[in-house]
């Protein structure tokens, strides 16, 4: 049986992936910074609940550390932790800028970094979320492009170094899902406009992106590492119109 660490669990990713892996057997250790929602999500999955800010690095190495305590051997760890920001880069605050880095680009840190040493002795998986903005120039997408885009250089570099220790590192690129933190984006007019951007006609829905992080964990996948997945509905590599 697998056991798994998933942080930013309670998102509309995070939620979806714990479902699916919990659905496949798996024993989930399941951390997020809210109680209430995350103690729902772990007795939906039977997971173990962790309450803890991955925008702290102690925070994330105890989660880590509690979470083999409790279901033993880990298999993988992967962040669904992660930030919507649509500013052109002359309309963006300091303070915007340093938020959208730390939540997308300073926890998937933390996170491969107590993955790394929480895996090893005997490998495993970790993976992470950047998005297609990393990959191809999206207007009003400087921030978030920029911490993504550092998400897939982090990937990469880690893959390269934990590779002779059998811990492969992924990410996906998703392009625009919906979920609680893209609904200014997925109704009304600014849907129109993100569907005519997605060839394949339609927005992501969780469970597109859950699954793809879910083969990416699986034992099977020993072959795959320093890998950026597009799930995006061709948006990065295509123009059908």
Not at 7 to 19: K, P, Q, S, V, Y
Not at 33 to 42: G, T
Not at 213 to 225: D, N, S
Request: a positive charge.
């Amino acid at each position: 049986m697998t056991a798994y660490v998933i942080f930013g669990a309670t998102g509309g990713i995070g939620n979806a992936l714990c479902t699916k892996l919990a659905s496949g057997g798996a024993r989930l250790a399941v951390v997020a910074r809210n109680a209430a929602p995350l103690e729902a999500l772990a007795r939906a999955t039977d997971a173990v609940p962790i309450v803890a800010d991955a925008t702290a690095a102690d925070q994330v190495d105890a989660a880590v550390t509690r979470a083999a305590q409790t279901l033993g051997e880990l298999d993988g760890v992967a962040s669904c932790i992660g930030s919507v920001l649509l500013k052109p880069a002359h309309r963006t605050s300091d303070a915007e800028w340093l938020a959208t880095l730390t939540q997308n680009l300073t926890t998937s840190f933390w996170i491969v970094r107590a993955g790394a040493r929480a895996l090893m002795a005997r490998g495993g998986a970790i993976t992470l979320v950047s998005s297609c903005a990393a990959l191809v120039g999206l207007a009003n997408h400087e921030a978030i492009a920029a911490a993504k885009a550092g998400v897939i250089g982090l990937v990469r570099a880690a893959a390269a170094t934990y590779a002779p220790h059998a811990i492969r590192v992924n990410c996906v690129a998703p392009g625009l899902v919906r979920t609680p933190a893209t609904t200014a984006l997925t109704q009304g007019p600014s849907l129109d406009a993100s569907l005519r951007l997605h060839p394949l006609g339609r927005i992501g829905e969780p469970e597109d992106v859950a699954a793809a992080l879910a083969f990416l964990l699986a034992r099977e996948q020993t072959w795959i590492t320093g890998q950026v997945l597009g799930i995006d509905g061709g948006l990065a590599t295509l123009r059908s119109r």
